[in-house]
């Protein structure tokens, strides 16, 4: 588990892509202190395993489903990425739970100044924009932001100038992909409310079947 609160940025320094996959290299020096072989790292908010250790790098392989389901298929060298170590069990929990399982991708549409602030204007389809809601916590790129405004279309967040500063942020573009972790918390309310009404529905046993055979 992971809290969105990016640890330092990363530089993406090699890519080995095969048809559907990839072995990506990241340099890299705060999220290597205490890290081993097998331990996740979430970057740019995607939970990858640790496969080898350099003295100022890792390197992680990346799946097919990854690939398609993120934009690390769009990540070229020498590509920056934010970086998180997983969240250890006696360690402070400063943004909202976040899995590191990205539901997709968002098109950033806007970046706009005010004042201190910069909003984003986020692009995202509907089966997205389902599960974003207003004032609610989502994670772009594993930072763990809070949702300002949402249309049937789009999303938007305002950023400090710190969080731009210290992430992966500062290099967006309009027109930039950028990853969606919705908040877990309503996907799981949804599905134990589709859950109940799907068992509900398909029920033989009715007020009126119970009637019927004298048990009412």
């Not at 590509?79 to 006696?90: F, H, P, T």
């Not at 360690?91 to 590191?100: L, N």
Request: glycine letters at 10%; a neutral charge; one cysteine or more.
């Amino acid at each position: 588990m992971f809290t969105g609160i990016i640890e330092e940025t990363g530089k993406i320094c090699e890519i080995k892509r095969e048809s559907l996959s990839a072995k990506i290299k990241i340099q890299c020096r705060k999220v290597l202190e205490g890290t081993k072989i097998g331990d996740s790292i979430a970057v740019n908010g995607i939970c990858l395993t640790v496969t080898s250790l350099g003295k100022e790098s890792f390197t992680a392989d990346v799946m097919a489903e990854t690939m398609r389901r993120s934009s690390l298929s769009e990540i070229k060298v020498p590509g920056i990425v934010n970086l998180e170590r997983a969240m250890a069990a006696d360690g402070r929990f400063h943004g909202h739970i976040v899995s590191g399982h990205i539901d997709g991708t968002g098109t950033i549409t806007r970046i706009q100044q005010e004042e201190n602030a910069v909003w984003y204007t986020i692009g995202a389809e509907p089966e997205l924009l389902r599960y974003i809601v207003e004032k609610g916590s989502v994670a772009l790129d594993g930072i763990s932001l809070t949702v300002a405004k949402v249309t049937g279309q789009d999303f938007q967040v305002s950023v400090i100038p710190h969080t731009r500063k210290e992430t992966a942020l500062s290099d967006k573009k309009s027109g930039s992909a950028i990853n969606i972790e919705c908040d877990m918390i309503g996907k799981y309310v949804e599905k134990l409310l589709t859950g109940e009404k799907k068992e509900k529905s398909d029920s033989k046993i009715t007020e009126g079947f119970l009637l019927e055979h004298g048990f009412l």
